[in-house]
């Protein structure tokens, strides 16, 4: 698995690179890695996932919880 702060470099990479099209590029890795069996590969994007959903929440243009 990688550190907290490798999740949190890829989830914004995730982000700057694919905008509003994060969700599905996160769930096709997910998927593709389901029919693979990885099970680590699964958590380390679902950890992103995580990070990507925290990260959009706080975007500017959303108030913060």
Do not use: F, Y
Not at 21 to 31: N, T
């Amino acid at each position: 698995m990688l550190s907290d702060w490798e999740l949190w470099a890829c989830a914004n990479h995730v982000l700057q690179t694919h905008g509003d099209k994060a969700p599905l590029h996160v769930a096709e890795q997910i998927g593709a890695l389901a029919l693979a069996g990885d099970e680590a590969g699964i958590r380390t994007w679902q950890a992103i996932a995580e990070r990507i959903v925290q990260l959009s929440s706080n975007a500017p243009d959303r108030p913060l919880q």
